[in-house]
């Protein structure tokens, strides 16, 4: 089974547990909104939806020295929720582009890493691609971190029903394999849809920040989930 790629563009935010999601309707863009103005689209929220409270638990790999995290890359099996499967996170390609995330069917759960995932990855374990990580000296991949969360999703549309942004509300306790330490912590994610991107996007997501702000969010200290879990 081959897995399917996109670009993910988003921002974090720290919050506190009383914190609430505000109100984001209203928030947008106007036509040529962002770097350099030009001829872009117009991007309103008519209308929020909200999900039923969904419990994701994802479990990372990774080398013992943490060769895939301090690459910017995060590969995880994850179940729950409307994307479970395993999800590969790799730096963008150009500055400022977002970061892809290949999607790989779930499969059983005692399933290995699949090795459409391993070949991308290989150069960083320093294998040739389609094994399991081990042999001629390369690190082996193994679980890192088990990540729980409790995800409230919010979702911005436009007049015409389309998402123009996710603000995923996350409560998350994350439990280190190396020695079990528990960290446990509340965070937003502001996600831009399918299709909405470029200048307008990031435009976009500008006009969403003020109203987070002063819902009481913080951008956050932590580059991702999995760093924070780990305590890198």
Do not use: F, N
């Amino acid at each position: 089974m081959t897995g399917t790629e996109q670009i993910e563009i988003e921002r974090k935010y720290d919050v506190d547990d009383e914190a609430a999601v505000p109100d984001l309707v209203g928030v947008g863009v106007g036509a040529g909104a962002g770097a350099g103005g030009g001829a872009g689209r117009a991007l309103e929220v008519a209308r929020v939806e909200l999900d039923p409270a969904a419990s994701l638990s994802a479990t990372y790999h990774d080398t013992p020295d943490h060769r895939l995290l301090g690459a910017r890359v995060t590969l995880r099996r994850r179940t729950g929720g409307h994307d479970a499967g395993w999800h590969l996170k790799l730096p963008p390609e150009v500055a400022g582009g977002g970061r892809r995330e290949v999607h790989h069917p779930l499969g059983a759960d005692d399933e290995p890493v699949p090795a459409e995932l391993l070949d991308r990855v290989a150069a960083l374990l320093g294998t040739g691609g389609g094994g399991d990580g081990v042999g001629d000296g390369a690190p082996a991949l193994r679980p890192v971190l088990l990540l729980e969360t409790r995800r409230t999703a919010h979702h911005l549309l436009d007049h015409e029903g389309r998402e123009l942004v996710e603000v995923a509300d996350d409560v998350v306790r994350a439990t280190r394999a190396a020695d079990g330490r528990v960290r446990a912590w509340r965070e937003w994610e502001a996600e831009l849809g399918r299709g909405v991107d470029g200048p307008e996007g990031d435009a976009l997501l500008d006009a969403v920040a003020p109203r987070l702000h002063a819902a009481g969010a913080r951008p956050s200290a932590h580059r991702s989930k999995l760093a924070l879990g780990l305590g890198d």
